[in-house]
């Protein structure tokens, strides 16, 4: 039962580089979730998916995009990175909206842009 | 506007005491639910408890529980014979209906660490 699957774990990025965080998930779960946690701070969502096809902004899309193709898959891009972009990057499912376990995380992609 | 408030940035708490972490949010939908997550050193996020807005009862898992004051909109989490893996970080999460859809809010976080 692998659950929520991120990778990279670690990546470095140069400046206007650019890449993508991979998440797949193996429980059917419709809702998928992209957040990013600063040092020291909460989670803020960036971009999710209620499911194939359809994705809608958080509250800190900027300098992100997403796509939904199927719905084990929600990759997460990052187009020109930027050092203020260097944060913990976390991908989440559910499956429903409101789920009394809440989500499922997957362990976190830590990128660092220099 | 913060929708969850964490005011404790960290704790420290004796081995087998228990300890109550702070919880404050806002929000303006009726049918909202309240989480707890645990962020061992390791970095993953573990769930921990919810309690939904209707609930009459507080909810509790195990050494976790969630003294829930709807009035004063108030979700602290107590965990009682506090254990050395229990240093982490702790948030409170509130999942509200937004524009579109339901989304989860994390509030800052309170770093425990627990002392022998």
């Known amino acids: 039962n692998a659950g929520v699957t991120q990778t990279p774990k670690f990546r470095i990025l140069k400046i206007g580089q650019s890449m993508t965080l991979q998440c797949t998930q193996d429980?059917?779960?419709?809702?998928m979730y992209w957040y990013r946690q600063d040092p020291g701070m909460g989670l803020k969502l960036i971009y999710y998916?209620?499911?194939?096809?359809?994705?809608d902004k958080g509250e800190v899309p900027n300098g992100y995009n997403v796509s939904r193709s199927t719905t084990e898959d929600f990759p997460l891009r990052l187009e020109l990175a930027a050092p203020s972009q260097t944060s913990v990057y976390f991908c989440?499912?559910?499956?429903?909206?409101?789920?009394?376990?809440?989500?499922?995380f997957g362990s976190g992609t830590r990128l660092t842009v220099v | 506007a913060q929708k969850i408030t964490q005011t404790q940035p960290g704790m420290f708490v004796q081995e087998k005491e228990a300890v109550t972490l702070d919880c404050t949010y806002d929000?303006?939908?009726?049918?909202?639910?309240l989480f707890w997550y645990k962020q061992p050193s390791s970095g993953e996020m573990i769930f921990l408890i919810y309690?939904?807005?209707?609930?009459?009862q507080n909810a509790t898992e195990g050494r976790y529980s969630l003294n829930f004051q709807k009035a004063r909109k108030s979700a602290n989490l107590v965990i009682s014979a506090s254990q050395l893996g229990d240093s982490a970080m702790y948030f409170c999460?509130?999942?509200?209906?937004?524009?579109?859809?339901?989304?989860?809010?994390f509030g800052a976080g309170t770093t425990v660490t627990v002392r022998a």
């Open positions: 999460a509130m999942r509200e209906k937004g524009s579109n859809d339901y989304k989860l809010s």
């Open positions: 989440a499912s559910s499956p429903r909206a409101r789920d009394s376990h809440g989500y499922t």
């Open positions: 309690q939904g807005s209707y609930d009459q």
């Open positions: 998916s209620v499911g194939a096809g359809i994705t």
């Open positions: 929000t303006s939908d009726p049918s909202y639910g």
């Open positions: 429980m059917n779960h419709n809702y």
